[in-house]
């Protein structure tokens, strides 16, 4: 019983912070504009900075499942339109594995810190500490070749080509650039990161604490 649920914990931890970073940063509001402005994307859309932050809100809206398409259809294209409802299926299923594996998560924690404190603690440190490595040899990966892997991605999720499109008439390749991508994911991996340390130095900490007091 007791592995099962050092197992959950191991396996879910990381997947559940990996999906509030990436929460944190897809629907956040400030980020978009910076990368906007850092790009020169209004220049290279024709829109301004106002325009397109309205624009991106009504896209965070479409994919949290609060407007229809109506809006987005003054600006796309059917192509990209169809893409833009298969990102919506992807984050409909991000959102569902997140609220799957936190619940998992605080079941499995829960049970450890009843039954047996030290397991909790080493199934923490280890599933912590395997992350770092996880996510040292995707930076790896990224860093060495970020199209070909950005790509694989692509090929993994999506069952069409829609991904695939046309600067010269897509604007939403104007709009969110390769630049765009290649930083939001350093970004979420980097929040990955620093959440993941303070968790690893929180419980080790703790650790001390119940250790001096115990002594």
Known sequence: MKKGYSALLGIFLPISILFICISLLAFNEKYYESKYLQY?????????????????????????????????KRYFNERELAHISDVKLLFDKGFLIRDISMTLFLISFTYLYLIDFNILMKTLNYSICSSFLAMGILYLLLHLD??????????????????????????MIRIFPEEFFINIVKDIGLSFLIFMSIILISINSLKVRMKNKIG
């Open 40 to 72: 020169n994307i209004p220049n290279s859309t024709g829109l301004e900075i106002n325009e397109l932050m309205k624009l991106t809100n009504e896209l965070f809206d479409y994919f949290k499942g609060h407007k229809g398409e109506k809006y987005l």
């Open 146 to 171: 970020f199209n070909k892997y950005f790509t694989y991605f692509h090929l993994a999720l999506f069952n069409n080509d829609l991904w695939l499109l046309d600067p010269s008439t897509d604007i």
